[in-house]
């Protein structure tokens, strides 16, 4: 995560996304450039008002995958051990690139590990996560 930070400019964001990260501690390393943060959240018991000083907005993912927020609405979005619980990566993926700004960024990071390969069945997955082909 840290690493991948290192890859962005020298700049303010100012709208981020944060997706499925809670109290938004994974923001922590560039808080001081977010400006407005938004987090992407089913849990409603892992949530806080503010992160270092920034008010954290809080929206609740819809089934569909579809993104509640007009197209190029975010600068950065990050997605941190996130999608392999989501049954429709596609359609989020599309709704990143419906949601980022243009000269935006997006990081994600995922568990190779555990994901392995997605062309194959997934011994031990579940109905929440997504089917293979």
Known sequence: MEHGYSFLPDRVFSNVICVGGAFGHELIPIIKKCKEITILEPAEGFRS??????RINYVKPLPSGILPFDDKSFDLITCFGVLHHVPNVST???????TLRPNGFLLIREPEVSMGDWRKPRKGGTKREKESH
């Open 49 to 54: 008002i503010e992160l270092c000083g920034v």
């Open 92 to 98: 989020v993926m599309k709704e990143f690139h419906r």
